[in-house]
């Protein structure tokens, strides 16, 4: 098998220079096409689908090795049939084949589709009938034998019977409809030194093909940046350093997109880890998670192709079954600064969000910090002072793949040792590290690709009362002492947390709010996991020496040599980095240019930070097609 499947059409070689074609021919029926190998198993399906003129048709591919068919849903099953040279496909009841440009000659086991039956030239020893089931053989017979164009005929040759497997083109009164099974990822196992195989991946086809067009929702505010209702289901906005992780803040207010730790997954979620505010006026307490689930159902709701931000995810479900949440967002959208407003929270005081990441023109070291900050500008318009306190859960989440769910809250196959510990960094820095005690040794000799540390940080002021849950595994748990008069009592759990678990830890800031003013909360996420590795195609484990090839490293590693170095140079310049970022934003969005354009334009600006990109340890800034 090729170890590259762009280089499975090797049609000819002229000293060391090899030319490699750029198609495969693909041939249904009568019908012919071509199809370039580098297009996504997505767009193939599509074509093949128009081919046949049936937008729900599936399809399979032969193994060649076993003779046992597979289902082509994704990607990595389409190259690996590229890479192999020859191979089968089929929607049940029809013969497909997918011919590599310039393959060497398949053997005996080449299926092809002539004219809906056998033809002369055609040396197939089995295809596939309308049942999907091995429906015969076909050897060396002629165009002739099956001149009647039926979908099935035979004819005796001395002891040899020819049978013509498959129905003349557009036929297929079989094809299946599986707009209703679209396979999930499952759990990956791990095998030898692998790091992980998923045996199956998401076929991201659309899954409204076919279907009526469901009527259009226009954005009534789209024009001032803002969204909210029916716009914010499929609102994502990814916020990191250039090439370095990123976490988004999503549509319903929480954060998703969890792709911190080196590894790229679009649906990665960390439960566990959210914004929550505990308001007292007069005695009678109110708390919130600043979290709505009014978009949760998706009754009626046809994505479009290849879109999974509307997904979401268990563990934010289960959280607001569990806690209160509020009942609507709005988000205003400048990036790379992300407002969020809470209308109708129920609470005695108004709260407004506002997440950004260091961003600023012709600084690309000042905008590669591993940190989001988020501020909370809490107005009391009452008659009465309010006591606030803002809380931050966060699960440690050292020594997750990226990939494999946490299931249960704080359940992986990868955890294990995980530890929360107390920071503070000067007066006005208090944090909670999160870190994995497994993962590295003391002295620093050995390193796993996982090992790194995460960080929520509180910036206080004077008269700030700062409060902890160091380690607890009940979000109900915590949420009753956050929400009673005195507050988090103890540190929690003790110790390392036991193989297969981890650890929430909880951070709050508490401050009187006097009446008719408002006061800004400010706090900071940041992460430094050092250990980049072409974990593509390649095995991945533990590193005993950080200079093997496979290794890529980070860039900001470079720069920071710990988690405590980035929230303090954050801290140190945090005024400027505002100041810059604020007016970048607002040099593009105080434009005459017309909206459409601004935001456009401004969007281009996330891929930089997001997995599409990685700024590896050699100052070399590398993107995945994307």
């Not at 190998?37 to 729900?56: A, I, M, T």
């Not at 009527?215 to 990814?238: F, H, M, W």
């Not at 880890?273 to 109110?286: H, N, R």
């Not at 990441?357 to 600084?363: A, G, S």
């Amino acid at each position: 098998m090729a170890s590259d499947w762009r280089k499975a059409g090797v049609v000819g070689q002229s000293g060391d220079d090899e030319f490699v074609s750029d198609s495969v021919q693909v041939t249904i029926g009568t019908n012919t096409l071509w199809i370039d190998r580098r297009e996504r198993w997505v767009r193939v399906q599509r074509k093949l689908r128009s081919v046949v003129s049936r937008p729900d048709a599936v399809f399979l591919f032969i193994n060649q090795d076993d003779g046992n068919q597979d289902t082509i849903y994704s990607d990595s099953t389409w190259r690996e049939a590229l890479e192999t040279g020859t191979q089968a496909a089929s929607s049940s009841g029809l013969s497909i084949t997918l011919e590599v440009a310039g393959a060497p000659s398949a053997s005996a086991n080449t299926v092809a589709s002539q004219g809906g039956c056998c033809s002369s030239s055609t040396n197939l020893s089995s295809s596939v009938g309308g049942s999907g089931s091995k429906s015969g053989s076909c050897s060396g017979s002629s165009s002739a034998s099956c001149k009647d164009k039926k979908s099935s005929c035979t004819e005796k040759k001395g002891a040899k019977e020819t049978v013509c497997c498959h129905p003349i083109a557009n036929e297929f009164g079989n094809v299946r409809d599986v707009r209703n099974q679209i396979p999930t990822m499952e759990q990956p196992t791990v095998t030898g030194d692998e790091c992980y195989k998923c045996e199956k991946m998401f076929d991201t086809s659309y899954p409204g093909e076919g279907l009526p067009v469901p009527p259009k929702i226009v954005n009534p505010t789209l024009d001032q940046y803002k969204y909210s209702g029916e716009a914010l289901r499929c609102c994502q906005l990814p916020l990191g350093p250039i090439g370095g992780g990123v976490i988004a803040v999503a549509g319903d207010g929480g954060l998703r997109q969890w792709q911190v730790v080196n590894e790229v997954n679009h649906n990665g979620h960390v439960p566990g880890s959210f914004w929550a505010i505990k308001a007292e006026v007069g005695g009678k307490i109110t708390s919130k998670v600043l979290q709505s689930d009014a978009l949760y159902e998706h009754k009626g709701f046809v994505p479009e192709f290849a879109v999974t931000d509307h997904l979401v995810p268990p563990g934010s479900v289960d959280l607001l079954k569990r806690l209160p949440g509020v009942p609507a967002v709005e988000i205003t959208a400048k990036y790379p600064v992300v407002e969020v407003d809470y209308p109708g929270s129920g609470l005695p005081v108004d709260v407004h969000m506002t997440a950004w990441n260091p961003c600023i023109p012709m600084d690309e070291k000042s905008s590669g910090v591993p940190v989001i900050v988020f501020t909370f500008d809490v107005t009391n318009s009452g008659s009465a002072d309010a006591q606030v306190t803002m809380l931050n859960s966060q699960q440690n989440f050292v020594g997750w793949d990226g990939l494999s769910e946490i299931t249960s809250g704080v359940y992986n196959r990868n955890y294990g040792g995980n530890s929360n510990a107390l920071l503070h960094l000067n007066d006005n820095l208090t944090a909670i590290d999160f870190f994995n005690t497994s993962l590295s040794d003391p002295d620093g000799s050995d390193y796993d690709i996982h090992d790194g540390h995460f960080c929520t940080c509180a910036v206080t002021q004077d008269q700030d009362k700062v409060t902890s849950l160091l380690q607890y595994y009940s979000v109900e748990s915590m949420w009753s002492m956050f929400d009673s008069k005195d507050g988090f009592i103890g540190n929690g759990l003790p110790g390392p947390s036991p193989l297969g678990r981890t650890w929430n830890g909880a951070l709050g800031v508490t401050r009187v709010v006097p009446a008719n003013s408002t006061t800004t909360f400010t706090f900071m996420l940041a992460w430094h996991f050092p250990h980049r590795a072409t974990n593509w195609r390649q095995p991945c484990g533990t590193y005993r020496s950080l200079q093997l090839p496979i290794y890529l490293g980070n860039f900001y590693a470079t720069l920071y040599p710990d988690v405590k170095s980035v929230l303090q140079d954050t801290l140190n310049k945090l005024p400027d980095y505002q100041r810059y970022t604020f007016a970048f934003r607002d040099c593009m969005f105080n434009s005459t240019l017309p909206w459409q354009l601004i935001d456009s334009a401004a969007g281009r600006v996330s891929p930089l930070r997001s997995p599409t990109c990685m700024w590896t340890a050699d100052a070399r800034l590398y993107a995945f097609e994307g």
